[in-house]
């Protein structure tokens, strides 16, 4: 089993950015799809964002997209999260997961495709 950490949230106006990283311990980081999830106060977990193990694929949700960006850096076994042009409707606790298979399941917004799960980071985006 992997160790999934974030960091890098906190609080920003609108408008603003902010760089989420999510370090994974073991090594087989490289091997397995990552991704970003999302869940706010009331509201369902949100599927944000996937990158594949290259990090050459990537797919973001429609609310996200042309804002967020996806990266990976295998040899630091830490995946990002750049958010840009931020919104009061982004504030949420950010959680990273891997997914459950060595490929990039098309069921990549679900979240029962990921075993592993962070315990998340807190955005709050003020007006």
């Known amino acids: 089993q992997v160790q999934l950490v974030e960091s890098g949230g906190g609080l920003v106006q609108a408008g603003g950015s902010l760089r989420l990283s999510c370090v994974a311990s073991g090594r087989t980081f490289s091997s397995y799809a990552m991704a970003w999830f999302r869940q706010a106060p009331g509201r369902e977990r949100e599927f944000v964002a996937v990158i594949g193990w290259s990090g050459r694929t990537t797919y973001y949700a429609d609310s996200v997209k042309g804002r967020f960006t996806i990266s990976r850096d295998n040899a630091k076994n830490t995946v990002y999260l750049q958010m840009n042009s931020l919104k009061r409707e982004d504030s949420a606790v950010y959680a990273c997961?891997?997914?459950?298979?060595?490929?990039?399941?098309?069921?990549?917004?679900?979240?029962?495709?990921?075993?592993?799960w962070g315990q998340g980071t807190q955005v709050t985006v003020s007006s």
């Open positions: 997961a891997r997914m459950s298979t060595r490929y990039l399941d098309s069921a990549y917004s679900k979240a029962d495709t990921y075993g592993d």
